[in-house]
Structure formats: structure tokens, C-alpha cells
């Protein structure tokens, strides 16, 4: 055996319940096979009730992180040695690296969108006004992370009363954002003005492939960046509306993948290889691209 020889993976993944159709492993594996990485993405059923001991396994185990979905994104909380300051005002963390023996929280839903924005759409949110559609954990990760980079003034337009008021008073209370809530009881006419659009909500996912939200289409213009979460398919017709009024337009692929790329950076150290892991998902989707 030469001294170099180990034959020791290093391990990271996700813990969820269910999880069997969670398709992180796919964009995770990939980049680890392009970049010749002896790592694995392990994805692991943990039932709520055993989230404690699933991070003492992860912990005894010496993985190098994990991801989480639900239900354990807020619970994991309780676990970790700290949290990244946005994942705190989130409420929510979906990925856990570690430093050491310590246990980081973060959250990278927001900052995928975000370098989304920025790398793709060429879109700075700073000064900008933003409109999103929703109140859920989606909308919360990037209303958090728009605020966080200097957007103006944020409106979240939600059919729940409870949960967009919350969201709304959340941006307004620990943000330097102008934030306002706006209830969703009726076709939503996109105030002008209005820079970044945004889809965070669940309407549009497979298999609900031709919902699109209630939303005036005709009040879109072409100055406005128009972005959707739903990742699959990824060309939802809330984005192809969009595009038919010249908006720039951002897909929940792109937001995906960007998510999980800082991830990988995260664990890993190095810049993963983006193209590979879009291929490797649009794929899984049965998307070609
Ligand atoms: P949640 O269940 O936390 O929130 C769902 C949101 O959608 C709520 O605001 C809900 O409103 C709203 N909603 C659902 N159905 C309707 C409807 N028929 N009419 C009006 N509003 C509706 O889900 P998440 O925020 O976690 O996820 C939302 C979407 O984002 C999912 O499709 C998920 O796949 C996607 N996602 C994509 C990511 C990416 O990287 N691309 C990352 C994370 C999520 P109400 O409060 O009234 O119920």
C-alpha cells in the first residue's frame, strides 16, 4: 500500500422526510465526479423525532456537512454551534458545514437566487423595488437576502393574511428595507415602478405544469426582471408570459443549481463546475437544455 493510498470518502448530504425524491445528489454527484472528488452525497430519510441523533451520527461520522428539507430546516437550529446572521433572520437553515468541530447553519436558497440575479440577469438589487408572490419559506429566503443587499423597497403579496403580514413585518423591523404586505384576494396588478418580479410560489410545479398566478400579465414591462422559483419544469408559463412582454426573465433551474453551488464551495472550498450540475439536474427533470 503506498503512503498516498485512502480509500476514505468524504461525506455530506441531505436529511429529510420524504426525501427519496429530493434531487440534490444528482447536481452533487456530477460536480464531484468532474472535479475528481473522492466525496459522496449520501440522501438519508431522518424522521422528525430523530433529527437529534441524526446529528450526532453526522457529528460522530465526521461528515463535512449537510443539507436539510423538510421537515427539519428550523429544527436543525436547536443542533448547531452557530448560525450565518441571514439564516438566523430567516428562521431557516438548509445547509450545515462545518469549521473545525463546529457546526455552521446557513441558508442558500436567497444567496442562489441572488447570484442568479447577478450573474445571469446582470442585476444589482441595490436601490431596486421589488414585488414577490408569497410568503413561504421560498419568498422568506430571498426577501431576507434582496433586503440584506440594499433592494428599496420590498412588497410581498400573499393569499394567507398571517404569514405575508409576518414576512412584511420581519424585512421592516430587522432589514434596512422599505417593506410593505399586500393580501392577494384578487388579480394582482404589478405596481409601476415595480425592477424585480418574482414567482415564489409553489404554483407552476410539476405536475401543475400550466398553473400560473393570478396576476395582471398585461402590467409586466419589458424593464422588469421577472424570476420564477419553480425549478421543474423550469420554463413555467408565468415566465413565458413574461418573456412575450420583453421582460428579462430568471427560471428556479438556475436558482437550484446556483444554491447548490454555493454548497459545494462551502464544503468543499472549491468553485464547482455550474455547467456540469445544470446538465446533470435539467436532466433528472427530463428537461433538455
Ligand atoms: P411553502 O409551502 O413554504 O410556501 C408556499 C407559498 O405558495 C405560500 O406563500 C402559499 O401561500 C403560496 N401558494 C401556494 N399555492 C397557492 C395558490 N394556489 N394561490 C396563491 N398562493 C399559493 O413552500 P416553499 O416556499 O418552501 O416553496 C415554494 C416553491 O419554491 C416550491 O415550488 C419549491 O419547489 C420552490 N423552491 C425552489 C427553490 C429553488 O432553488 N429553485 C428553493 C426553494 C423552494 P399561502 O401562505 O397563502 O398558503
Redesign the pocket.
Known sequence: MSQETNYKAELVGVFGHPVAENPTIVMQEAAFQALNLNWRYLTIEVYPQDLADAVKGLRAFNMRGINLT?PHKVEILKYLDEIAEDAKLMGAV?TVRREGDKLIGENT?GK??LRALRDDARLNPAGKRAVI?????????ITVELALAGAAQITVV???VE??QTLANLLKQKTPAAAEFVP?DDTYKIPTGTDILVN??????FPEVT?R??IDYDSITAAMTVCD????PPHTPFLKEAEARGATTLD?????V??GAIGFKMWTGLNAPIEVMRQALAQAFGQSV
Open positions: 423538510i438548509n436558497d442562489g437566487f408572490l408569497g410568503a413561504g419559506g421560498a419568498a422568506r429566503a400573499n393569499r394567507s404569514r405575508g392577494w415564489a410560489t409553489s404554483i407552476g410545479l398553473a398566478p393570478d422559483v419553480i425549478p421543474n428556479g433551474l438556475g436558482m437550484l446556483y444554491q
